[in-house]
């Protein structure tokens, strides 16, 4: 795993993550029967809210985003892409800890939604998130403090 950090978004990196999203994506969207080439990259734009996302950079270098997007009952981990030649690097897990790490502290629960059959579903499962619900096309998971289960 390379050098990384996380620097606040804004909302000149709105077409980067976009990108980002776009390619991240693509195959699961296939497979699923939802890809569509303007509507994934527009979803991304109106949903980006800069100040609860940050930009992953590896080496100096654009490498993704997460975001984590208050809720009254838990916070959204959402828009978490890192580019592909770096996904498997572990640079992803150390990301999702250091996130999860902060919610624990502040005893928070993290929610969020992953498309089915997407194997970042097991970087989810490996910190402590579990599935709360599951369709066609999204599996819904959750995470307390502490990487239990609900109540």
């Known amino acids: 795993m390379g050098d990384w950090e996380l620097r606040p978004a804004s909302g000149a990196d709105v077409e980067a993550v976009a990108e980002l999203r776009a390619v991240v994506l693509r195959a699961d969207l296939e497979r699923l029967g939802r890809y569509d080439e303007r509507r994934v990259r527009q979803r991304l734009r109106d949903g980006f ?9 590896a080496d100096g270098a654009f490498a ?4 984590l997007r208050p809720a009254p009952d838990a916070h959204w981990l ?8 770096l996904q498997g ?10 996130l999860l790490e902060q919610c624990d502290r502040d005893g928070t629960v993290v929610r969020l939604n992953v498309l089915q059959g997407s194997p970042a579903r ?12 599951e369709g066609a096309v999204d599996v819904f998971m959750v995470r307390v403090p502490g990487g239990g289960r609900l109540p």
């Open 89 to 98: 690097t572990g640079i992803g897990g150390a990301v999702l800890r250091a």
């Open 64 to 67: 993704g985003c997460v975001s």
């Open 122 to 133: 097991r970087l989810y499962e490996r910190h402590g998130f579990a599935v709360e619900s």
């Open 78 to 85: 959402e828009h978490f892409y890192l580019t592909p030649h």
């Open 49 to 57: 809210v800069p100040e609860h996302t940050w930009v992953i950079e």
